[in-house]
């Protein structure tokens, strides 16, 4: 209890550490007495008054959100796909999304520069990602379809649009093909308040529903057949959640750009830290680490070369891979041993 | 207490895993369920606990039919513990309060942790409470997944192979809970076992299938070396030494 103590204090206390660093830092540098007044509506700069509460604190928002969306999607998917690795990018949802928007952009003519078109390359994004899902839910019906071959039939999902993707931007003009591109990269900075505050409304109930099966996901960690005598419907479980997971990753994907593995890195942080937690503990601490990360990281990504703003997605990518692999290699050596 | 009708299992190759199977179960009784491998012991659990949907046929648990039971009921009913359960890295508690699942809504509350912690403390795994699963011998492990099926307060216990790869110290340390468990909650067990002489020993009554079928359910006495020489199709004998069975083969 003493060390749940302990990360809950740490976490709390990188939580406003990146919070107040977040809006003090951007495009345009000012000093923490400047930012604190025109946080409580003090100071004469007005540009200021705008950057923070229609530009920064959206923006620290939507990391929050989007990180917790991402890390209660994989750790729900983990657990019913009983694989560590799998995550929405796993699934091909990620990918999913990254074609719809790049066929709003290309196909549709979204706009010519990403921020004009935001809501149809959004939406464009929502279908693809919700398309992906529903390929996926389809699967998990055939009789007989282990969570190895949802698995398996995410990774093709995921080949699939990809290549859809690369054809269109093969075809397009530099102009689509640049704002395609952007738009992959996954990006805190693309949208507002009312996206952010959709993506907390989605995330919330998300962590909800996932909080009141917390019970039955640690039953089903026990296998199929354990958690059905436990009396868990395991298959309209997973039938449920994949679909919940699914409407949290294509809300925070669709209007943020792909951000790779927080999915992965979340819980994983969590499991290595508390081996023997429950889901009941194990959801909502991936939820806030997420958060937490996705906002230490978009802070990193602003600050790393500045002026210059690196995308989140690139600095999620950076530290997920070197976890990724090592998940890997902890895996391999496990099996070796035994 | 629990009655099977007719249950049959076909698969869609036209097998038949299951043909017209009838028992019933009383309270205080211990059933042993012997037979070679493939004669359909394990099927016969699963869907005697509501897992697999019979192709004909029907459960009743206290003249309920289980097909109009939801999962949660059939649970409060009918503790099951599969052939095969692998170890998660949880302790000891979390492992049996988990039994209490059936009967949770969104949290354990003081009433479950009550029942867990006697129940540990019967058999006997109270001091590991915190260790973890992962590091349990196999002897204590089982103890542990009999002890989480005992939490779930079902009148029925469904155990498939509990003892297999158990040293023969807690192979009897697991039949002697498990009987006295029986006994004392007025339970209805089915124990599907390989050993022949410990199903002999502490049975009441025993259950031999092959090819799907009951060749015989009755007390112990009634079982002959014939039976169960068709159904293992080798040379077995029962003889009684000292007052015990002793199965010869």
Same mark, same amino acid.
């Given at each position: ?7 809950? #204090?740490?976490?709390?206390?990188? +939580? ?53 969306? +991402? ?18 990018? #796993? ?10 928007? #790049?066929?709003?952009?290309?196909? +549709?003519?979204?706009?010519? $520069? ?28 055939? %009789? ?20 859809? $993707?690369?054809?269109? /931007?093969?075809?397009? $003009?530099?102009? /689509? ?25 989605? $995330? ?16 089903? /960690? ?15 479980? %997973? ?5 919940? #997971? ?28 508390? %081996? ?25 990504? /602003? ?26 290699? %902890? ?8 | 207490?629990?009655?099977?009708? @007719?249950?049959?299992?076909?698969? &869609? ?23 070679? @491998? ?14 697999? &949907? ?8 206290? @003249? ?42 969104? *949290?354990?509350?003081? *009433? ?8 540990? !403390? ?20 089982? &103890? ?15 155990? =498939? ?5 158990? =040293?023969?110290? @807690? ?39 092959? =090819?799907?079928?009951?060749?015989? *359910?009755?007390?112990? =006495?009634?079982?002959?070396? !014939?039976?169960?020489? !068709? ?19």
């Amino acid at each position: 209890m003493v060390s749940r103590l302990i990360f809950w #204090t740490v976490l709390c206390a990188l +939580l406003v550490i990146f919070t107040l660093s977040g809006l003090k830092h951007g495009a345009v540098e000012h000093t923490w007495a400047e930012t604190a007044s025109a946080l409580f509506g003090g100071g004469n700069d007005e540009d200021l008054k705008y950057f923070i509460w229609h530009l920064r604190l959206p923006r620290i928002a939507a990391a929050l959100a989007v990180g917790g969306a +991402l890390s209660v999607s994989g750790v729900i998917l983990q657990n019913i796909l009983n694989n560590p690795l799998a995550s929405s990018f #796993t699934l091909g949802l990620s990918q999913g999304a990254a074609f719809g928007a #790049t066929f709003s952009i290309i196909m +549709l003519g979204a706009g010519s $520069t990403i921020f004009t078109g935001l809501g149809s390359v959004a939406l464009g994004a929502f279908a693809g990602s919700v398309i992906s899902a529903l390929i996926i839910l389809l699967f998990s019906f055939v %009789r007989g379809m282990t969570p190895q071959g949802l698995i398996l039939a995410g990774v093709a999902m995921s080949a699939f649009f990809s290549a859809c $993707t690369m054809l269109m /931007q093969f075809f397009s $003009t530099d102009t /689509q093909l640049a704002a395609a591109v952007f738009w992959t990269f996954g990006d805190l900075g693309k949208g507002g308040w009312s996206e952010a505050i959709t993506v907390i409304c989605v $995330t919330v109930a998300g962590l909800l529903f996932s909080l009141r099966l917390s019970w039955s996901y640690n039953a089903i /960690q026990w296998g199929e057949l354990s958690a059905s005598g436990l009396g868990v419907e395991v298959k309209k479980i %997973r039938i449920a959640s994949l679909a919940a #997971t699914s409407v949290m990753a294509a809300f925070a994907t669709a209007y943020y750009g792909v951000i790779g593995f927080v999915g992965l890195i979340a819980p994983h942080m969590v499991r290595l830290i508390f %081996r023997h937690s429950g889901h009941g503990f194990l959801i909502p601490a991936s939820a806030v680490l997420g958060g937490v990360f996705l906002l230490g990281a978009d802070l990193m990504g /602003q600050l790393m070369f500045y002026p210059v703003s690196l995308p989140v997605g690139v600095i999620t990518a950076f530290a997920g891979v070197p976890m990724f692999l090592f998940l890997l290699l %902890r895996r391999s050596m496990k099996h070796a041993n035994r | 207490m629990l009655t099977a009708e @007719n249950l049959t299992f076909q698969l &869609k190759n036209g097998r038949k895993i299951l043909e017209e199977v009838s028992f019933t179960l009383g309270a205080g009784e211990l059933c042993a369920v012997i037979g070679p @491998n493939g004669a359909g012991k394990s099927t016969l659990m699963k869907i005697t606990c509501g897992i697999h &949907k019979p192709t004909a046929g029907e459960v009743t648990v206290r @003249n309920k039919k289980i097909s109009g039971m939801k999962r949660p009921e059939i649970a409060r009913h009918i503790a099951y513990l599969p052939q095969f359960t692998h170890a998660v890295p949880c302790s000891v508690y979390d492992s049996v309060l988990l039994g209490r699942k059936p009967h949770i809504s969104w *949290h354990p509350a003081q *009433h479950d942790r009550d029942i867990t912690d006697s129940v540990m !403390e019967d058999m006997g795994i109270a001091c590991m409470r915190e260790k973890c699963v992962t590091e349990l011998s196999g002897g204590e492990f089982q &103890k542990t997944l009999i002890a989480r099926a005992l939490v779930q307060q079902a009148e029925i216990l469904m155990l =498939d192979e509990p003892i297999n790869h158990l =040293d023969v110290k @807690n192979q009897l340390d697991i039949m002697d809970t498990v009987s006295e468990i029986t006994k004392r909650g007025r339970l209805a067990t089915l124990v599907v076992m390989h050993d022949l002489n410990l199903a002999m020993r502490y049975a009441d009554t025993v259950m031999l299938m092959n =090819d799907g079928k009951i060749i015989y *359910h009755g007390c112990r =006495d009634g079982l002959t070396d !014939e039976a169960l020489t !068709e159904a293992y199709r080798t040379d077995i004998s029962i003889r009684q030494v000292e007052g015990k069975y002793a199965v010869i083969f």
